[in-house]
């Protein structure tokens, strides 16, 4: 998928991103759509591309952000009353007076 625009630093860096991608269990097709994606958006931000959107700009680089946008909205982790409910299945003691992260280490001690 590297194209014969890119110079070799960019070449570097899809390979670079794409082995990474593949370390982390993603498939070799979506490693390679994300490499080049990556390496499309720097050189557009970098002016190294005839033509670049909006957010290719003006958006804070993909490595400094570091997957901030990655979890699509989604919130992490359970919500303090599915740990509650599960601390009350596992007879956990003091589980009223537990805020979230206690009752998280509690549950997690418990399993």
């Known amino acids: ?3 014969k625009a890119w110079s ?4 570097r860096q899809y390979e670079h991103i794409k082995d990474s991608e593949r370390k982390q269990g993603r ?3 979506r ?13 557009a931000r970098s002016g ?6 909006r957010s290719s700009t003006r958006d804070m680089s993909s490595g400094r952000r ?5 979890h699509g909205g989604r919130s992490t982790g359970q919500t303090k009353e599915q740990l509650y409910n599960q601390a009350k299945r596992l007879n956990v003691k003091g589980r ?7 009752l998280l280490a509690a549950v997690n001690r418990k399993k």
């Open 66 to 70: 570091g997957g901030t946008r990655s």
């Open 31 to 43: 490693a390679k759509e994300i490499a080049a994606r990556t390496v499309n958006k720097e050189r």
């Open 48 to 53: 190294e591309s005839r033509t670049a959107s």
């Open 27 to 29: 498939s070799t097709k």
């Open 8 to 11: 070799d630093k960019r070449e």
């Open 96 to 102: 009223s007076r537990m805020n979230k992260r206690q």
């Open 1 to 3: 998928m590297p194209q």
